[in-house]
């Protein structure tokens, strides 16, 4: 594709369901990385992946988020038993490798509202 | 946690004047970046710096790097409409994660 998508764009979840947030990054690209943006602030680093291997998940803020990308490609961020502080937009980025000053390309991100 | 404070929080200009915006950050880096961010969009990579340079240019952008402030600026020239976005500073400080700040709303008046 001509860039990384994400689905769904707008997901609305009732306290306590659980989630999964889509990424399809730009094919070939070898790095993806997960960010969430809190309203009004800039995206703050959730986890990393090179290929199927999640090498950095220390931006994880509870053991109710985790994110696979089993075959290399497509990566799943599932949020369980969501609460209100979960509300976000969560950004998924693709990198071609993983070197110092690689250019991220990121998606139009998941907007998670939780009620 | 955030690493780079920007200012100012808002910045409302006309069209055809020059945007300055400044990124404070903390630790060392490798390099820094600037991102734009149109409402309810992601963010679009504008340019890099690594920290072994000072000054960059890219079309109507100029961005600076003082390591030894640990500051960085960006520089609109000629500011457009269509250049009204929030503008994130990131750093790269171990080639994975980027740490961003918590950005600049800019609003260019037609």
């Known amino acids: 594709g001509a860039g990384v998508s994400q689905s769904p764009r707008y997901k609305v979840a009732k306290r306590g369901q659980d989630v999964a947030l889509r990424c399809d990054p730009i094919?070939?690209?070898?790095?993806l990385f997960w960010y969430q943006q809190a309203l009004g602030q800039g995206p703050e680093f959730l986890t990393y992946f090179q290929n199927e291997a999640q090498l950095d998940k220390s931006g994880l803020p509870s053991d109710r988020f985790f994110a696979e990308r089993p075959e290399g490609s497509v990566s799943t961020l599932k949020i369980q038993r969501t609460q209100q502080e979960d509300s976000a937009v969560y950004l998924c980025?693709?990198?071609?490798?993983?070197?110092?000053?690689?250019?991220?390309?990121f998606g139009p991100g998941t907007r998670l509202l939780v009620l | 946690s955030q690493q780079g404070e920007e200012d100012p929080q808002a910045l409302s200009i006309q069209e055809g004047e020059n945007a300055t915006m400044n990124c404070s950050y903390k630790t060392s880096i490798n390099n820094l970046q600037w991102y734009r961010q149109n409402s309810g969009r992601g963010l679009v990579h504008l340019i890099l710096i690594r920290s072994n340079e000072r000054e960059k240019h890219s079309g109507r952008l100029r961005v600076t790097l003082d390591t030894s402030k640990k500051s960085s600026s960006l520089l609109i020239t000629a500011s457009r409409a269509a250049d009204t976005a929030s503008y994130f500073c990131?750093?790269?400080?171990?080639?994975?994660?980027?740490?961003f700040g918590e950005g600049t709303q800019l609003t260019v008046n037609p």
């Open positions: 980025a693709s990198s071609l490798w993983r070197r110092v000053g690689e250019t991220q390309y």
């Open positions: 990131a750093t790269d400080t171990s080639g994975s994660r980027l740490t």
């Open positions: 094919s070939g690209h070898v790095s």
